[in-house]
């Protein structure tokens, strides 16, 4: 069953997940093959039901000790841009979703101050590593995205720097 994971992490961002519920984007959802659609709310105000959305499978939740499951047998990640970009460790990063080598797309919360998620996003974006859009261009962010331009993010090789000291301190 094609998947489609939203996480927002631990954080609140009721805007994505009524953006994500809506029939304009479960629509699309439909049309591009989706036909399963997962949610981490986190702690936010709403909490979809099955009922909210008929159209398309839904499953509901606040928390869980790890969302790996979750990154591993989805088709897409949309994740919020929060403290995720930054985050190099934590459940239900951006950088989780990345290593696991699938698509993603990160909805940055446009109502932040000092946001800067968006710059990071953009550079990301013109890296090929992932997609971007906020909550008001999200319906025509997914219409129109083209994951196969995607490429994988490589995470760093922390033992070539490792080395590289080893040889330049003379141990190796």
Known sequence: MKTVFVTVGTTSFDELI??????????????RGYEKLILQVGRGTIFPTPETCAQISLETFRYKDSIADDIKNAHLIISHAGKCL???????????????????LVVVNDKLMNNHQLELAKQLHSDSHLLYCTCST??????????S???????????????????????K
């Open 149 to 171: 331009v995607l490429q994988p993010f490589l995470l760093g090789q922390p033992q070539n720097f490792a080395n590289f000291l080893d040889k330049a301190l003379g141990i």
């Open 86 to 104: 930054f985050s190099l460790s934590g459940a239900g990063s951006c950088l989780e979703a990345l290593s696991a080598g699938k698509p993603l």
């Open 18 to 31: 009524e953006a994500i519920i809506s029939p304009a984007v479960v629509e699309v959802l439909k049309d």
């Open 138 to 147: 999200l319906t025509a962010t997914l219409k129109t995205m083209d994951i």
